[in-house]
């Protein structure tokens, strides 16, 4: 089958750009001393998963304790779930969890690591837990040092819970565009991530890993060597933001654009303006409007939840009735959270399917 | 179950405010000559289709063919497609589906004329048409006028179309916060639909039905009576947008808020923050921020995609570790395309839980 054979709106993965993407990620972080762990936030995918454990992952991070089910019940191993998980229910479901799959979980709060203690110890399953630290995001995260070490003793003290490592993530610096303000940004964040591991050592207890970090950050902490592991997502995929920051000062970006929204021109209101069948509900909207792949002087704009509108400057009109577009998501997790699979192509052929296993497991 | 005991993020439909609803759209509708066929864009759930037609609904519409292969498969009977169904493979899928179930789908285009009456000369099928004009909308749809009736008379020609009225929605008004805007603008677009239909009989072709309108035109259109079906979808669950409508000169706006999210705190960097399990991939954010249920003071923004910052002027602290938020979003139907249920309670007790059967069926 040919992609201008699918019906649209469609997700696809051009193939040949994920693979290039994984062995770029595959390279940035073997020539350094510290190991990665992708984070399947960006594809919600157990097949992808799985390709970035064959090109050398340490293990697969998540966002939620219900992607981490979806992913431990397809063969998943080793899994990171990078924020709280709370609540008597969610903790009995990690128990659960932790009993078939080797499962690590970020906490911050003193009455979440009582709920993990006492979950505990009524089902005998000792939880692997990583202090998340507020490195700068000021979102998650207990204050560096003093508060971090008291989280630290508190866990020590728990025969049921396991100090596996500080997490640090500076989420909101990893699209800064210039590489100096993002390199001086992710060291200052890292640094506090060090010393308050270096506090909780001269206490006697042991920091195994330090874990943050993201794509845009992925080559400066490789070459810094302060944290041990970093959680990359939107390499695999790019979208308009990350193809737009400057990667390093000698180096261009070294990932490909491999996901990208098929839609077809469905109606043509005027000569210089087209509707497609793309709207708010098939491609996100919360980093702003996509752009078009290989159009130039076309742009989009959102006009509702099904459709969208391209248009250009002068005529001869440059789309018609029926034609496939490409559009470049400015955000590929929120994009990829609409979809049920991707269409998987090599070329202009299509190749495979993939579900989009964890969409939708938000708790 | 109690809604405190749920897992969270999760949809929340309260089934009084929902009835309530479901009662007062008859109302409106049954005080006047015209008939109303609620657009599922909004809930997707068959479930929901179910009762509007139990609530004197003459049918249902869906913005995609996909939408409507899942109702019609749940035993929807009468449904009208409000897009366009464009390309071979598509409108072959249309006939499948006509043949099980009364269909109706709008086209504004020639060469999607050409594309119906090739498919139903092939497959025996006779395709139900609604020509889309564009009455002020500026998306899909033929002009006004002579444009309209070229494409009526190519309908006419062919033994394979019938045409089964005209469609003219200007969606961009519904949100109007002005009643008197609304009301201008709303009549204007009738009648532009109104003159094409005549132009059109005056060429002795008949125009059953006059379609269009939605949640915030409703009264004006019942009352206007120049549409003989409005299409209302939002009135359901109402939303943050919708909520600010001035309904008329006279009387409140008559619905509820049905829908709400429901989410957790889940960390506390401060004493005038907390952070909610509840981010971009769980509440839309593209009509902005939601809004807190029962809660004045204390304001929501996105803090990611699986996080959401609330804050608060002023010590004591507003929020508690654990407690659980509702959260109403500023957009129903995007914030709805997030989730594979509803939960539905009456107080603060769990009653059903109803599938989002035609959610991600953007085909």
Chains 1, 2 share one sequence.
Not at 184 to 211: C, D, H, M, W, Y
Not at 243 to 264: A, C, D, H, M, Y
């Amino acid at each position: 089958m040919k992609l201008n054979e699918l019906d649209t709106p469609v997700l696809l993965i051009d193939q040949d750009a994920l693979g290039h993407n994984l062995n770029a990620m595959k390279e940035i972080v073997s020539n350094s001393g510290i190991t990665y762990r992708p984070h399947a936030k960006a594809h919600k995918s157990h097949d992808i998963a799985k390709l970035q454990l064959a090109h050398g992952a340490s293990g697969i991070c998540c966002a939620k304790l219900g992607e981490a089910e979806v992913l431990a019940s397809e063969g998943i191993q080793d899994i990171l779930i990078t924020t709280p998980v709370i609540g008597l229910s969610k903790v009995s479901r990690l128990a659960s969890l932790a009993k078939k799959t080797s499962v690590i979980v970020v906490a911050d709060n003193p009455q979440n690591l009582e709920e993990l203690a006492l979950v505990g110890e009524k089902t005998g399953q000792i939880f692997n837990l990583v202090i998340e630290v507020n490195v700068g995001q000021n979102r998650c995260g207990t204050p560096p040092g003093a508060p971090a070490l008291a989280l630290a003793q508190m866990i020590q003290r728990s025969p049921w819970l396991k100090l596996c490592g500080l997490q640090g993530y500076q989420g909101s610096i990893q699209m800064r565009e210039s590489f100096t303000e993002r390199k001086t940004e992710a060291q200052k964040a890292s640094f506090l991530l060090r010393e308050t591991a270096k506090l909780i050592e001269s206490n006697g207890i042991n920091v195994p890993s330090l874990t943050g970090g993201g794509t845009g950050t992925s080559l400066i902490d490789s070459e810094a060597n302060l944290l041990t592991e970093i959680q990359p997502g939107g390499y695999i995929f790019m979208d308009v933001k990350y193809r737009k920051i400057e990667w390093s000062n000698s180096t261009p970006l070294p990932f490909q654009q491999s996901l990208t929204v098929l839609g077809s021109v469905i109606s043509l209101p005027d000569t210089n303006r087209a509707i497609l069948d793309v709207g708010l509900k098939s491609i996100s909207s919360d980093q702003g409007p996509p752009e078009l792949m290989d159009m130039p002087g076309i742009t989009f704009r959102f006009s509702g939840e099904e459709h969208g509108e391209v248009s250009w400057q002068d005529s001869p009109r440059l789309c018609q009735y029926g034609d496939k577009v490409r559009l470049i998501p400015t955000h590929c997790d929120t994009t990829v959270n609409l979809y049920d699979q991707y269409i998987v192509h090599s070329g202009n052929t299509v190749v495979d399917v993939w579900r989009i296993s964890a969409r939708g497991r938000s708790q």
